[in-house]
């Protein structure tokens, strides 16, 4: 089984800063990418930020300056750095790892039950 926790959500004034971690647990052979998604209330979850296993990242325009994502590889953990919040970012961040479990098995993503982030104005 594989599990992913995320960790650092809250509340925070607008112009404030939060990190997120998500650390990725269980049976994992190798993993090719992860990634934060979040999903406000009424809305579509979407992508916020995702990195590669060589170290490219990718960045919803919204986000973009003012997040950064990074990774430990050796602990299968995924950071998400979130600097100049805005009332928008206000959602429920899920944390997605695409992986195999061993090296004959398919790519699976994989999901965290997510961690609420609320900026108030």
């Known amino acids: 089984q594989v599990q992913l926790v995320e960790s650092g959500g809250g509340l925070v004034q607008a112009g404030g800063s939060l990190r997120l971690s998500c650390v990725a647990s269980?049976?994992?052979?190798?993993?090719?990418?992860m990634g934060w998604y979040r999903q406000a209330p009424g809305k579509q979850r979407e992508l916020v930020a995702v990195?590669?296993?060589?170290?490219?990242?990718n960045y919803a325009d919204s986000v973009k300056g003012r997040f950064t994502i990074s990774r430990a590889n050796a602990k299968n953990t995924v950071l998400l750095q979130m600097n100049s919040l805005k009332p928008e970012d206000t959602a429920v961040y899920y944390c997605?790892?695409?992986?195999?479990?061993?090296?004959?098995?398919?790519?699976?993503?994989?999901w965290g039950q997510g961690t609420q982030v609320t900026v108030s104005s």
């Open positions: 997605n790892a695409n992986l195999k479990q061993q090296g004959s098995a398919p790519w699976l993503n994989y």
């Open positions: 990195i590669m296993s060589g170290g490219s990242t």
């Open positions: 269980g049976s994992i052979f190798s993993i090719s990418a």
